[in-house]
């Protein structure tokens, strides 16, 4: 799996976008970018995923670059409950005999 | 909804004890992960399988072990429990399939060994 990388933290005014970045310069072809958030005590929950497209949710929106070398998870109006830690990763099309690798990820905080 | 339990919130055991930690999904996934969680380290893959009775190691397979007898019973066992196993444990699981998938995971374990 390609590796990412991510800032360690952020913080983000409530109401305004949260952008997050991540970086996975060595992605392949047929790799997804995905996004899960992790809110204390709790397990990680799916955001959104994308391969090169962009992609929106209800949730939030993914913008993949052209190159695919990077990608920046978007929150479009910030509330305090999105405080959490946001993990960015690759992954091919299915699992099946695959590790399902995350990193440490950015721990977004929402300031009132 | 998908649903991934983990069959305790808390638990706290002594060093030396031998832990079964188990994980149960109800959606007939393939594959089933085992993690911890520590500050500032992130989650780290212990075991995966992506069958029945198949496992395979994560990034950190050393002193535990899995079983995996019926498909949606994914177990993580401890031999002889240490103090520097003391962490958060969480499960996923996900399916194969040639769309798209992502993992679901359950609210996880916080594990004392003293």
């Known amino acids: 799996d390609a590796k990412t990388t991510q800032p360690t933290s952020m913080d983000c005014a409530e109401g305004r976008a949260a952008n997050l970045p991540c970086n996975h310069s060595t992605i392949s072809g047929n790799e997804y970018v995905y996004w899960y958030r992790q809110i204390h005590s709790q397990g990680p929950q799916y955001i959104i995923h994308g391969l090169k497209n962009n992609e929106t949710n209800e949730m939030a929106s993914l913008i993949i670059t052209e190159d695919r070398k990077s990608s920046t998870l978007i929150l479009p109006h910030a509330t305090l409950r999105d405080t959490a830690v946001y993990y960015c990763i690759v992954r091919v099309a299915h699992f099946g005999n695959e590790k399902l690798t995350f990193g440490t990820g950015t721990r977004l905080t929402i300031i009132p | 909804d998908v649903k991934v339990t983990q069959s305790s919130r808390y638990l706290v055991k002594r060093t030396g004890e031998k832990v079964f930690l188990e994980c149960v999904q109800d959606m007939d996934h393939e594959n089933m992960f085992w993690y911890r969680q520590d500050p500032g380290l992130g989650l780290r893959l212990i075991y995966f399988s992506y069958d029945v009775k198949m496992k395979e190691k994560g990034d950190i397979p050393e002193g535990y072990s899995v079983s995996r007898e019926k498909k949606e019973r994914f177990s993580l066992i401890l031999e002889s429990a240490s103090t520097n196993q003391t962490s958060m444990y969480l499960c996923?699981?996900?399916?194969?399939?040639?769309?798209?998938?992502?993992?679901?995971f359950g609210q996880g374990t916080r594990l004392t060994v003293v």
């Open positions: 996923a699981s996900s399916p194969t399939a040639r769309q798209t998938t992502e993992a679901f």
